[in-house]
């Protein structure tokens, strides 16, 4: 997976990951983020806040789908091919929030993930979470 920064993201300006470092690509296969950049770059557009990098798992795939946000289906209409375990994905802020307080939540990328997501949980509990640090 190619290394992917910056951009705006319709947010303005570079964008930054959690760490404070400049936002690393989350996925492009498939293509992930609100904006479809592949980044989880945030803007007052994505009202839903797409901006946690999360690798997917069957188990958080579940999850999501009893929760109403069935994304292991694929919805050809709208050019989805359907999410399997080790896909990373731009997930809400407020379903990994959840899925974390149902002791689901997937792993994440941190370098991938947007500082906006620090309005939803703090640094040092999404860093239990990462696969990006040593």
């Known amino acids: 997976m190619a290394l ?9 300006g570079a964008q930054k990951n ?20 592949g980044c ?12 946690v990098c999360a690798v997917m798992t069957d188990e958080f795939l579940s999850f999501s789908k009893a929760a109403g946000n069935d994304l292991s289906t694929p919805r050809k209409e709208f050019g989805f091919p359907g999410l399997k375990a080790g896909d990373r994905w731009c ?6 929030k959840e899925a974390f307080d149902a002791g689901m939540a997937p792993k ?8 906006a997501t620090l309005a939803i949980a703090p640094l040092e509990t999404l860093k239990k979470f990462a696969v990006d640090l040593n």
């Open 18 to 37: 959690v760490l404070g470092g400049s936002l690393a690509l989350c996925g492009d296969d498939p293509v992930t983020g609100f904006f479809r950049t």
């Open 4 to 12: 992917r920064t910056g951009g705006d993201g319709g947010g303005g």
């Open 91 to 96: 997930l809400c802020a407020a379903r990994w």
């Open 108 to 115: 994440l990328v941190l370098a991938a993930t947007h500082e």
């Open 40 to 51: 989880c770059h945030w803007g007052p557009q994505d009202v839903g806040m797409h901006t």
